[in-house]
């Protein structure tokens, strides 16, 4: 049994990896408190509860007319039998892109090493000295740069994600996470969703639009 807490999936998406239809799977945990999180349903971590076999089985049923799979969380690296789950996707000729937050270097290079995944996709939340400002408080940057570092040498392709809340983020910290990268073409910037964020003080606060983005940082790549 691959001991993976599953919180949901979407049987086909033609969004969440851009040029391919995929399948995407929600593990159920995350390990850190994004105020903006859209998803505070996926995370609480839980000790139990719906393992992957449903969505393995449905998975098996519409392989070949799917091109791979979304793994999003929560935080899939967290989970004991990612490697697992990952091969089970592979083994059936699937592509696997992996949604990170970034913050388990060692299971992501474990990961990439074993060929199990052919895209990664990692938030970075904010710039290095200020990361705990959207992580609820959580200093992690020191694990994203390390799965930064480990992700730009492993020759697979990636995405680098920035999630832009006007109300903790102002431009010019935008601006710095941008000088931060080096101004990676794989960096891409969002705009928070309020409605249902992990804290809900946020819901009442604006998005930028993705025109305000690209008059903020002319000639980023806007997503949403
Ligand atoms: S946005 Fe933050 S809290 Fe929500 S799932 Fe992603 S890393 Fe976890």
Known sequence: ?????????????????????????????????????????????????EGPSGFLEMLHDRRLFLDGVCVSGGEPCMQRGIGELLGRIKSMGLLVKLDTNGTYPEVLRDLLEQGLVDMVAMDIKAHWDLYPLLTGGLDVASMVRRSLEIIRSSGVDYELRTTWVPALMSVDHLRSIRFMLNDDEHWVVQPFRPGRCLKPELDETAAASPDEIMDALGGVRVRG
Request: proline share 10%; glycine share 10%; with cysteine.
């Open 1 to 49: 049994m691959c001991e993976v807490l599953v919180g949901g999936h979407v049987p086909a998406s033609l969004l969440d990896w851009p040029g391919k239809v995929c399948a995407t799977l929600f593990t159920a945990g995350c390990n850190l408190r994004c105020p903006f999180c859209h998803n505070p349903e996926l995370v609480p971590v839980r000790t139990s509860g």
